[in-house]
């Protein structure tokens, strides 16, 4: 009887977890998406640490899915803001959100490698960390039709979860607890995300 009454306790409260869990992380990629101050990496591979730990790999695949489509969801919808912004005569906020974050050397270096080597740009930039807006600002200023950024940006979307992911496992799998492996998960993403800023630094001083 105590176990039976200890199985029907836990298996609702699992269920509970993650039918809040699941909704609040594509929420909060998809509000990462379009403003970019949520960290949504180290989110994913937060929740990948959690499901490693739970039932892998039905879990990863619901954090996979979850994340990828609200990764290209929020893309999509600020670059439709964008272009709406394009074409109107005093921009948009949207608009503006994106320049700030695209300084004239980097979008002078994601226009370059975007007239080179097309989609393919569009795909990597969302692995480089800050890399994802000088690119999507570009694809505004070469005038992408929606439908052609959508096609780059899907792949994208997709190899950005699958990464993220994969940080996640591997916290999970280096600790017993999945607090633990969270934290480890989210030090590896801001590890990742600050790398290329310190190299630069450190090739400009030698």
């Not at 799998?173 to 607090?179: I, V």
Request: charged share 15%.
């Amino acid at each position: 009887m105590t176990v039976l009454a200890a199985t029907t306790t836990v298996v609702p409260t699992a269920s509970t977890q993650q039918a809040v869990g699941y909704p609040s992380l594509f929420l909060l990629v998809l509000i990462g998406a379009l403003v970019p101050v949520v960290p949504t990496g180290a989110l994913v591979s937060s929740a990948a640490v959690v499901a490693f730990h739970r039932t892998a790999p039905f879990s990863l695949a619901l954090v996979f899915v979850t994340a990828s489509t609200a990764a290209f969801l929020g893309d999509v919808t600020l670059y439709w803001l964008g272009r709406r912004g394009m074409g109107s005569k005093n921009g948009s906020r949207w608009l503006e959100a994106i320049r700030s974050r695209a300084p004239e050397e980097r979008l002078a270096q994601a226009q370059e490698k975007l007239a080179a080597h097309g989609v393919a740009v569009l795909v990597l930039s969302r692995l480089v960390p800050a890399g994802r807006l000088p690119v999507m600002l570009a694809c505004l200023v070469a005038e992408w039709p929606m439908r052609r950024f959508a096609r780059g940006n899907l792949p994208a979307c997709l190899a950005w979860a699958v990464t993220y992911q994969l940080i996640g496992i591997l916290g999970g799998s280096l600790f017993d607890e999945p607090w633990e492996g969270v934290v480890a998960a989210i030090a590896l993403t801001l590890v990742i995300s600050v790398a290329p800023s310190v190299w630069k630094r450190v090739r400009s001083a030698r």
